[in-house]
């Protein structure tokens, strides 16, 4: 067995066009992104409220009526799913944020009024100290 090692110097290096991908494992240039119109976006919407995960028949009737392809449709679909999934994470933790924080008002309010009574504040500035190891006078 032979080792070789192959050396490029700057000069050699390929540059990519901006269309490129990394060399990942995906193939070909990136894919320009879709833009939905209005009416697609009502159908597919529409069609999500029926049912957020359509089987095979379904997805390639959309695709057919909206002049998109399957793999377009399909996509949208884990797309709203994800961020419906997003959105009650979101709520539910904002709900469970309130919570706290009315709980942590409680305590903080519970802290003022122990904390504002006549006691004094534990500064002994102003004349004697009760503390034995601080000199007076």
């Known amino acids: 067995l032979q080792a070789h090692a192959i ?3 700057g000069s050699d290096d390929v540059i990519g066009d901006e ?3 990394p060399r ?3 193939r070909g ?3 320009p992104r879709t833009i939905l119109t209005s009416a697609q976006r009502r159908q597919f919407k529409a069609s999500f409220e029926i049912s957020p995960k359509p089987c095979r028949k379904v997805r390639e009737a959309l695709a057919k009526d ?3 392809s399957v793999r377009v449709v399909q996509v949208w679909f884990q797309n709203q799913r ?3 999934k997003k959105l009650q994470r979101k709520a539910k933790q904002d709900t469970d944020s309130k919570g ?3 709980s942590s008002k409680d305590k903080e309010e519970k802290h003022k009024s122990d904390t504002s009574s006549s006691e004094p504040s534990g500064h002994y500035f102003e004349g004697q100290s009760d503390d034995p190891f601080t000199p007076s006078g």
């Open 7 to 9: 050396v490029l110097s």
């Open 100 to 102: 706290d924080k009315d």
């Open 66 to 68: 909206t002049g998109l």
């Open 29 to 31: 240039p990136k894919r």
């Open 19 to 21: 269309n490129s991908r």
């Open 24 to 26: 990942d494992g995906r």
């Open 82 to 84: 994800a961020k419906m």
